[in-house]
T-cell receptor, first 112, second 112 residues
Framework: GNSVTQMEGPVTLSEEAFLTINCTYT??????LFWYVQYPGEGLQLLLK?????DKGSNKGFEATYRKETTSFHLEKGSVQVSDSAVYFC???????????FGSGTKLNVKP | ETGVTQTPRHLVMGMTNKKSLKCEQH?????MYWYKQSAKKPLELMFV???????ENNSVPSRFSPECPNSSHLFLHLHTLQPEDSALYLC???????????FGPGTRLTVL
């Protein structure tokens, strides 16, 4: 079956530190991969996506590369800000009717 | 108003009450979803509607009853809930398969 596994949080970093949040997936076919971000008190917002192997999604300084050989889609940012503090969800979509599978989320705390 | 809206944002109800959650999308999408987000658990897909037809019911108890009168509106009718049903209920919509989902801000439900 399909599933997504994320590293457990919380992840606590100082401002300007390098960020990596690991995500690996299991899928029966060729999924699209996504990172969503949830700020306190809000719904999920799409951060970036990749639809095929070796694609790199990027947005707001975040990036992730779709690695089929390692079934991974790790999220990275070179220099985090306090405003990046949020919960980050990795997800995949496969099959008909846009069924999504989400990871359990990783909370990021960035300290000034 | 744009995007995906949900009302109410907060709801407190007793176990014998009947209430409804409302979701509206102004994006012209054809698919709508209900998710349950509980603390420290992966996002749980509850229901999926495509072109007003229910295409997914993820083993949700019958005390949750969805309704999709048209492609822009989605309701979740609640009756005789349990305290463990307390969670953030998120609505989402999407245009077609393998495209990203757009989320509303959620309704924070507390069952006493």
């Amino acid at each position: 079956g399909n599933s997504v596994t994320q590293m457990e949080g919380p992840v606590t970093l100082s401002e300007e530190a390098f960020l990596t949040i690991n995500c690996t997936y299991t899928a029966t076919g060729y999924p699209s991969l996504f990172w969503y971000v949830q700020y306190p008190g809000e719904g999920l917002q799409l951060l970036l996506k990749a639809t095929k192997a070796d694609d790199k999604g990027s947005n707001k300084g975040f990036e992730a590369t779709y690695r089929k050989e390692t079934t991974s889609f790790h999220l990275e940012k070179g220099s985090v800000q306090v405003s990046d503090s949020a919960v980050y969800f990795c997800a995949l979509s496969e099959g008909n009717f846009n069924k999504f599978y989400f990871g359990s989320g990783t909370k990021l705390n960035v300290k000034p | 108003e744009t995007g995906v809206t949900q009302t109410p944002r907060h709801l407190v109800m007793g176990m014998t009450n009947k209430k409804s959650l409302k979701c509206e999308q102004h994006l012209g999408h054809n698919a709508m979803y209900w998710y349950k987000q509980s603390a420290k658990k992966p996002l749980e897909l509850m229901f999926v509607y495509n072109f007003k037809e229910q295409t997914e019911n993820n083993s949700v108890p019958s005390r949750f009853s969805p309704e999709c009168p048209n492609s822009s509106h989605l309701f979740l009718h609640l009756h005789t809930l349990q305290p463990e049903d307390s969670a953030l209920y998120l609505c989402a919509s999407s245009p077609t398969s393998h495209e990203e989902q757009f989320f509303g801000p959620g309704t924070r439900l507390t069952v006493l």
